[in-house]
RNA sequence: GUGGCUAUAGCUCAGCCUGGUAGAGCGCCUGGUUGUGGUCCAGGAGGUCGCGGGUUCAAACCCCGUUAGCCACCCCA
């Protein structure tokens, strides 16, 4: 079979990035857990009319059909998840009799997406997700909570190379009074075009914002201003938008109790997590279904990357009749920390396999005295391997060594007929006892590891 | 969906402009070291030059098409 070419857009990492992978995987699940989150798994699959509700995601949507379907129209009409957020407001409405709310969960699963692929940029992908649901209403205190938790998630990382982290925060309700105030009704317009302020810069939005946003010289302007204001603490977000709002003649009635709602997330984050957060009211977000706080993450120093984390807060997501599931939530783009993690070199994995100790076959008439060496390390917790073949010792080590093995099993090479175990990178070599003998701590199990 | 660039050994790439039937480094295998690796030395294996067609005595090289990848736009994790 001739050799397969690679999918663009379905990353598959090597078992060394797997393992940095399943670091970053497992580290999430840590924290979240550490914070009460239950775990949850959804299907694949949503209905279509779900997944489209909200329009223009449409595109990138990928289809469910069965190959032999016999007839077009006859299928319910699936399509793959393109991201947990969907999928989690319809298991709220499907469950809500069972669940307790607030309801907080956590959910980590791949979701896909029929665009084109980039670096960083998957049709395939992880997504760990946290959310919090209310019954109705919810209290703003689990915005907090949710940054908080995803603060600590970066912190956590931290320990495994990963970059820092700054959260970048901004408010729907702020900044649609701001450009309401300033006599720009399409709102959704004007987000869309201060979205690539830092990528085409002041000039090229203004312009945008005359053409696309129907917005006039002072108005572009107006909107360019208050898309600069960025502060590190509620106070001097107050100041700066008092400052910009009132030259530019918005009352304070119409902006003081969505400014007051950000000054209040930053803070209370940073009490919490010291200097993480900021509030940037340039963060717009293209989802529509966002009614409060929104959430932009950015790993310093690999700000061309893009957002690793996003979200913010929905109360309308999920609604049966006049009941309604409110919401807040984040969600990491895992692939794309780790795709940056081993494509940049930032983290490795100490060794490509579990093994920690590899037992070496003198000839193949005693390999069972090596099995029996691997079975009783084993029930200690050590994982290791036989190896395939009774090849010269050189042979052996050199095959541990490739896979970054660091400990090779001799069977009854001391003089006195007893085992001995080499580490193959210091060469020392001592007698052990299967029964007893333990690896340091750190070599047990393959980790993840600045390089 | 639109645009630009790229495709040659397992990997990274040179060769293409000015056609003459395939190269380097790394990796891999063997031996020196006859059952304890890594260094060093010597030797060796490995390529439908993405695919299809055209021009030509002759195509990796020129032309057309096609597929895939990368990047940018769009949008987003």
Redesign the pocket.
């Known amino acids: 079979m ?2 397969p ?5 379905f990353p598959e990492w090597l078992p060394e990035g797997r393992v940095v992978e399943q670091a970053v995987l497992d580290t999430l699940r840590r924290v979240f857990e550490l914070h009460g989150f239950a775990g949850i798994e959804t299907r694949a699959v949503e209905p279509l009319d779900q997944l489209l509700r909200k329009g ?2 449409s595109k ?1 949507v990928y289809v469910l059909r069965r190959l032999q379907a016999e007839e077009e129209g006859s299928d319910a009409g699936l399509g793959l998840h393109f ?1 947990l957020t969907v999928p989690f407001a319809r298991y709220v409405l499907e469950h809500a009799g069972k669940l307790h709310f607030p309801f907080r969960r956590y959910q980590i699963q791949k979701v896909w ?1 029929g ?9 395939e ?1 992880y ?1 760990a997700d946290i959310d919090v649901v209310g019954d109705g209403e919810l209290a703003f205190h689990h915005e907090v909570e949710v940054a908080v938790v995803v603060a600590e998630g970066f912190a956590a990382l931290r320990e495994l190379g990963v970059p820092p982290a700054r959260l970048l925060v901004n408010d729907r309700v702020l900044v649609e009074a701001l450009y309401r105030g300033l006599g720009l009704d399409d709102v959704e317009a004007v987000l ?1 075009c201060i ?2 302020l830092a ?2 810069g002041p000039e090229a939005t203004a312009e945008l914002l005359r053409t696309e946003a129907g917005a006039s010289q002072e108005q572009a302007a107006a909107c360019l201003e208050l898309a600069g204001i960025a502060a590190d603490d509620g106070a001097a977000l107050l100041a700066r938008v008092r400052e910009v709002a009132s030259a530019r003649g918005v009352a304070e009635e119409v902006w003081g109790a969505g400014a007051e709602r950000l000054a209040r997330l930053v803070d209370e984050v940073n009490a919490r997590v010291p200097g993480v957060a900021s509030a940037d009211l340039a963060i717009a ?3 529509d279904y966002y009614t409060g706080s929104v959430f ?2 950015v790993l310093e120093g690999h700000e ?1 990357l ?6 913010g807060r929905y109360d309308a997501l999920a609604s049966a009749g006049s009941h309604t599931y409110p919401g807040v939530g984040l ?3 895992v ?3 780790v795709s940056r993690l081993l494509g940049a070199g930032l983290v490795g994995a100490t060794r490509a396999v579990p093994s920690a100790v590899l037992v ?4 193949e008439e005693s390999r069972a005295a090596s099995e029996a060496v691997a079975a009783t390390l084993r029930t200690r917790g050590v994982p290791c391997e036989v190896a395939p073949s ?9 095959h ?3 896979r970054g093995i660091p400990f ?1 099993w ?1 069977c009854g ?1 001391g003089e006195d007929g007893t085992d ?1 175990v ?6 020392e ?1 001592v007698t052990a006892d299967a029964a007893e003998w333990l690896p340091p701590a750190e070599d047990l199990w393959p980790r993840a590891v600045r390089t």
């Open positions: 001739a050799r070419t690679p999918l663009s857009g223009e995601t990138e991201d997406r665009e084109r692929p980039q670096d960083g940029r998957f049709r992908f997504q869309r979205d690539k990528k085409i977000r293209g989802l932009e993450t061309d893009g957002s690793i984390c996003s979200g969600s990491f783009g692939s794309r920390i070496a076959v003198t000839d009774a090849a010269k010792f050189g042979k052996q080590i050199r541990a060594d490739r090779v001799f090479a001995q080499k580490d193959i990178r210091s060469g070599q």
